[in-house]
């Protein structure tokens, strides 16, 4: 398991689970309370015969769906059907169970935030909301450690955020962008819908060239619109932009619109984006040098599978090529977000 370090995290809510310390459970059963009862009737704390600490989360009737996970060695989630309250017939809960105590900490964070998220009136199915935050939390009880995001990828994933929250976000609404957002699933590119493709590229170069993977990267499908976003940064340490900051801000967007931060938050942890490695990524700071938004298509400089007569030599099977965009002014469509707007909305 990873090492945890809440200090950034503000306080943590005191669930009070010396009471129930008081009493043993016999084995197959457990003992629960309320995690907070001023907040929620929805949520309890519960602890095992071995003393191990339960999360339990009421499923309303109707949304039973069977839920079965190992997270890893320390941490099971399943669904189960139990009475905590003689006066209640029996009811299916989700169990987030900690079978390590070095998690103890981050239960009570999920705790938390599946409370926090019920009280401001969460309106998506529950086992979907519950997934969504567990997916923030996982790599924190991954068995293997990760590696930090190399500064490529950094640049990469900074250049993605960016485009969903200066540009998506403001002009197609916030459920419409984060759906889009396919990048980190290995997607051919960055940002698909029905008819539409998106590729950004971010670049830090001097001379301010992007990096393109492969002769099909800039060539679209059949029935689809493809469009580059270009993003220059510069890395200052004095830069505004980080990609911590970035995610931070993200986040406080997606705070009330749950399914939205679900989504999100599996594709950050698709991304590899982990809560540990900020103070690390905090390190990478950008300025802003230029941004825009080209259409990709007949005469756009780019290299497609047509540009190379009689296809690839034998035995050449990867191709990747540098990219300037100051000989493609004619395709730049939008130099700002608003300027884009009716365009991605059509």
């Known amino acids: 398991m990873d090492t945890v370090d809440l200090s950034a995290m503000g306080s943590v809510v005191d669930f009070r689970w010396d009471l129930l310390a008081s009493e043993v459970p016999a084995p197959e059963r457990l003992i629960a309370r309320l995690a907070q009862p001023d907040s929620s ?16 989360v009421r499923i309303p009737a109707g949304e039973q769906d069977a839920l079965a996970e190992r997270i890893s060695r320390g941490v099971r989630v399943q669904t189960l059907e139990l009475k905590v309250d003689t006066a209640r017939p029996n009811e299916v809960f989700v169990e987030i169970a900690c079978l390590d105590h070095e998690g103890h900490q981050i239960l009570d964070v999920i705790a938390a935030e599946i409370i926090d998220a019920l009280h401001k009136g969460a309106t998506i199915r529950r086992i979907r909301l519950i997934q969504g935050i567990l997916v923030k939390w996982r790599k924190f009880w991954s068995d293997a450690p990760q590696k930090l995001l190399s500064k490529e990828k950094q640049i990469g994933l900074f250049g993605e955020l960016w485009f969903l929250k200066e540009w998506l976000i403001p002009q197609l609404g916030i459920e419409k962008g984060v759906s889009m957002w ?28 992007h990096q393109v993977n492969g002769l099909e990267q800039l060539l679209a499908l059949e029935g689809t619109t493809l469009f580059l976003f270009s993003l220059l940064i510069r890395e200052e340490a004095g830069g505004a932009e980080s990609l911590p900051s970035l995610v931070a801000e993200l986040r406080e967007t997606l705070k009330t619109e749950y399914e939205a931060q679900a989504q999100f938050e599996g594709m950050l942890a698709a ?31 780019r290299l497609i599978p047509s540009s190379i007569v009689g296809g690839l030599v034998a035995g050449i099977h990867d191709i990747k090529y540098g990219l300037r965009l100051d000989v493609a002014k004619n395709w730049l469509v939008a130099d700002n977000p608003k300027a884009c707007g009716s365009l991605l909305k059509n």
């Open 41 to 56: 009737c929805e949520v309890y704390i519960a602890v095992d015969a071995t003393g191990n600490r339960s999360i339990l």
């Open 182 to 209: 396919r990048g980190p699933l290995g997607s051919r590119n960055d940002f698909e819908a029905e008819g539409l493709s998106i590729e950004v590229k971010t670049s830090s170069r001097a001379d301010e060239s």
């Open 271 to 301: 991304a590899d984006f982990q809560e540990s490695d900020i103070e690390q990524y905090q390190k990478l700071r950008f300025r802003i040098r230029g941004q825009g938004l080209y259409r990709v298509e007949e005469g756009f400089p």
